[in-house]
């Protein structure tokens, strides 16, 4: 297994035909004033499993601050299909996430774990903007 994809952005979903959007990638927002509410915003993954990986997955997507206490946590078993001989599975999954509030500025680690392991990570950087 392996993570190919791990993004914030405005906007993220499924498509008819299996085809996956994702829109206004960003790593970076800024606030005049804290604490902060971002209302809405998706965290999007995409992973590509062997065809001996086939089944269920157990992930959990964490986002912590720079003092490493979680802001939200989500956890989640994803179906991973049987592949066409020779290929792997890519499966895209979004998570939104509404009405988070950031305390102060600071840089905010996203954490995608499977089975406890961390497989990938992206970092969130929230500025003072005034």
Same mark, same amino acid.
């Given at each position: ?43 999007? $993954?995409? #992973?590509?499993?062997?065809? !001996? ?5 157990? +992930?959990?997507?964490?986002? @912590? ?34 009405? $988070?509030? #950031?305390?102060?500025?600071? !840089? ?5 774990? +499977?089975?406890?392991?961390? @497989? ?11």
């Amino acid at each position: 297994m392996r993570v190919t994809l791990c993004k914030f952005c405005d906007f993220a979903c499924m498509l008819e035909g299996g085809k996956g959007a994702v829109i206004g990638i960003f790593d970076t927002i800024g606030s005049a004033t804290f604490p902060m509410t971002h209302s809405a915003f998706h965290v999007c $993954l995409e #992973f590509e499993f062997d065809p !001996t990986e086939a089944g269920f997955c157990p +992930i959990e997507v964490t986002l @912590v601050d720079d003092d490493g206490h979680p802001l939200f946590r989500v956890q989640q078993e994803i179906p991973v299909a049987q592949p066409p001989v020779g290929r792997s599975t890519r499966v895209l999954q979004d998570f939104l996430i509404e009405n $988070l509030q #950031f305390l102060r500025p600071g !840089t905010y680690r996203l954490d995608v774990a +499977i089975r406890g392991k961390i @497989v990938a990570q992206e970092r969130l950087y929230v500025l003072d903007s005034s």
